[in-house]
């Protein structure tokens, strides 16, 4: 008699990244990884699998069946559905290979080990079960594992099965007494005024661009004299440079950018590897002759309305109610289905920038090697869709875009990170 896979629940976050991966973008959350010497391959493996242990979430599969989907733990998982190791002249070329690769459902969690005289590691994970926040927690999972089987000891496993869901958020009793209040306060959601040049649903060629800035200290200098936070300073250089690309509609920009919910928890992180990150819209008025100063001025007026007022929290709801009533599949899907058949249909969007933050270097060491370089890639956005990952490592910013080649070509693109690490840069100079 064959017995009944065990399953875990689909939260919320879980089905709405799902469909997402579906309808707007490719679904995936790379880390790059540049050392300065070989790593222990048979120990990285182990840690690997050791890794699936500890997060059971990581082991499973998204089974879709109507509204009522689930993680199905597998039992005919392989080390090498998970890991995979490739020797080569080029590294830039197989990161992009591997960067590209489309994702296997039936697996959370993939890492490729690239070797030359000094390795790169890349790691994938599907954002079905983790966002950003995530994949650095489970980055610190799976250094730990591997440093402790660097000193020849055994890796007690621990399996963590704590809530994956926005409840570690409402169970908070200062926000279960404000969701109603919040519920009634914001505006109309944004509509897209942002036009770049490109191939409407042409989904091709992909390609990735990584610029950096080797100061991140000088740019929360600049922030904290302007009463503004490093993200209001990144958000001003994005707006900045999309007003010069692209076209603008009704001499208005409306952006999104993340709001990380595990701000409201204590120590600002959750127990397992989850969702926990929200879109956030703003609109704000065009002006290309504006010097950066008065931008960021107008721009910090609206997200400090924005921040005092619990952020996150009214798109998290919404989604919670809908998940209740078992429509995520149902309502949600069709809206991404009609919102990108809009999009398509007018080539406006409104572009995405995710600053995920600090990747800490303490709890990011692999033995004794030294990590070069560490940053964050996101999803393939599908036309005329358009976002970049900021992330930082060792006072170094990342700015990273993955996109299909029809959405914007790659000299375009370029072009955009270098006026956007110029903007930044010249606040230093």
């Keep these: 008699m064959n017995k009944k ?6 939260v919320a976050q879980d089905a709405v990244n799902y469909l997402i991966g579906k309808y707007l973008a490719d679904s995936q959350i790379r880390c790059v990884l540049r050392l300065n010497g070989r790593i222990d391959e048979t120990m990285l493996q182990q840690a690997v699998w050791l890794s699936l242990d500890v997060e059971p979430i990581l082991r499973c599969r998204f089974i879709e069946d109507g509204n009522y989907p689930v993680w199905e733990l597998r039992k005919d998982l392989d080390i090498a559905d998970l890991f995979s190791v490739v020797e080569t002249n080029n590294i830039d070329e197989e990161l992009q290979k591997f960067i590209d690769a489309r994702y296997d459902t039936d697996c959370q969690i993939k890492v490729r080990l690239i070797r030359t005289e000094s390795d790169t590691v890349c790691i994938k994970i599907n954002h079905a079960c983790s966002d950003a926040a995530g994949l650095k927690q489970y980055l610190n999972l799976l250094a730990s594992i591997y440093n402790q089987l660097c000193k020849g000891l055994q890796y007690v496993v621990e399996p963590r099965t704590s809530s994956r869901g926005q409840d570690q958020i409402f169970n908070i009793q200062h926000i279960a007494n404000a969701v109603n209040e919040i519920m009634k306060t914001g505006t109309d959601p944004a509509q897209p005024t942002v036009a770049f040049p490109c191939k409407l649903r042409e989904e091709n060629e992909r390609t990735f661009v990584a610029n950096k800035i080797y100061s991140v200290n000088n740019i929360a200098d600049y922030a904290r004299n302007n009463d503004a936070t490093v993200n209001d300073v990144l958000l001003t250089a994005f707006i900045r ?3 010069k690309i692209a076209k603008i509609q009704n001499k208005t920009i409306a952006f999104n950018f993340t709001v990380d919910l595990r701000r409201y928890l204590p120590d600002r992180t959750s127990k397992t590897i989850c969702n926990l990150s929200v879109i956030q819209d ?3 008025n065009h002006d290309p002759t504006e010097s950066f100063d008065e931008t960021l001025s107008r721009l910090v007026m609206e997200t400090k309305k ?3 007022n619990y952020p996150g929290i009214k798109s998290a709801y919404s989604l919670e ?3 209740e009533k078992m429509s995520i599949f149902k309502n949600v899907g069709m809206r991404f289905q009609q919102r990108q058949k809009y999009f398509s249909s007018t080539g406006l969007c409104i572009p995405t ?8 270097d303490e709890t990011t060491k692999f033995g004794l090697l030294k990590i070069d370089e560490c940053y964050m890639v996101g999803p393939a956005v599908f036309s005329p869709g358009f976002a970049i990952i900021a992330s930082t490592y060792d006072n170094t910013l990342t700015l990273t875009v ?5 959405t914007m070509p790659k000299a375009m693109i370029e072009q955009f990170m270098n006026s ?4 930044l840069s010249s606040l230093f100079k």
């Design 353 to 360: 920038l995710s600053n995920v933050g600090i990747i800490a």
């Design 306 to 308: 924005i921040m005092r």
């Design 241 to 243: 440079v999309v007003s």
């Design 5 to 10: 896979p065990v399953c875990f629940p689909v």
């Design 402 to 406: 993955n996109s299909f080649q029809s």
């Design 282 to 284: 703003i609109t704000v």
């Design 420 to 423: 956007m690490c110029n903007e």
């Design 321 to 323: 109610l809908a998940h």
